[in-house]
């Protein structure tokens, strides 16, 4: 019996930097690591092609060092440094479990990763090398939300998956409002008029105006990559 095609030909996956913390309270879990790579590998088998872009918030975030007297800018650049440092450890589990990788980093640091050039990352991709883009846009007041954002309409990916720790979008925080309900179904308008905060207005709006549909799911049930992936009804889809 033949496996289910997938659903997307070419895919941006956005992962936070808390999802490499495991059970730590700070840095990287090699573990964790090891575990997302595995995934990862299996959904690669499927033929796909496959975009990542991660977070630093296990490491540092620009908005909370500005709000403790860093220069917002500063640190700004300080979290984009730390988006690297989690592209790399990615990067090292999967070439460990056979997944050819490249990073590509908006701030040149040639002796660790590539510079960010468009037609290489997308020539990366028809090789079937996964291409895990680090240091944000390379610009402070940006998000790595809208680095995703951005990065798969550059690439022409046929979905934005947006891996979190829960599983969609709700109508208030659920750990906060026990009468927070999820939405399987939502339009982009709605989610930026409703100020919905499981990405920032302007990656919202880069998905609007391009027509890239978001599908936010649970990252931390395993398999759940690959079932949104072959279409599986998962998460809530962010749609025209």
């Known amino acids: 019996m033949s496996s289910p095609a997938p659903k997307y030909r070419r895919v941006m996956l956005k992962l936070s930097g808390e999802a ?7 840095g990287i879990s090699p573990e964790t690591c090891d575990a997302i790579a595995a995934e990862i590998k299996e959904i690669k088998a499927l033929g796909i092609q496959l975009a990542v872009v991660i977070g630093g918030g296990n490491i540092f975030r620009g908005v909370a060092g500005s709000k403790h007297g860093l220069d917002r800018v500063t640190a700004d650049y300080m979290g984009m440094l730390g988006t690297v440092i989690n592209a790399l450890a990615l990067q090292d589990a999967l070439e460990r479990a056979g997944v050819s990788t490249r990073v590509q980093s908006a701030i040149e640091m040639r002796s660790v990763a590539e510079p960010f050039i468009r037609r290489r990352a997308v020539r990366h991709l028809e090789k079937g090398r996964v291409v895990i883009f680090g240091a944000g846009t390379g610009n402070p007041f940006f998000s790595t939300d809208t680095t995703a954002a951005l990065r798969a309409n550059e690439m022409g990916c046929d979905v934005l998956l947006k891996a979190t720790k829960v599983d969609g ?6 750990k906060k409002d026990p009468q ?19 990405m920032d207005s302007t990656a919202f709006s880069l998905c609007m105006d391009n027509k890239t549909n978001i599908i936010v799911f649970d990252l931390f049930k395993p398999g759940n990559i690959k079932r949104v992936i072959l279409g599986e009804t998962i998460g809530t889809l962010v749609s025209e």
Request: aromatic share 10%; charged share 30%.
């Open 169 to 174: 979008i709700y109508t208030a925080d659920p």
């Open 20 to 26: 490499l913390l495991g059970s730590r309270e700070h």
């Open 180 to 198: 927070a309900t999820r939405y399987d179904r939502i339009s982009y308008t709605d989610a930026l008029k409703n100020r919905l905060a499981v």
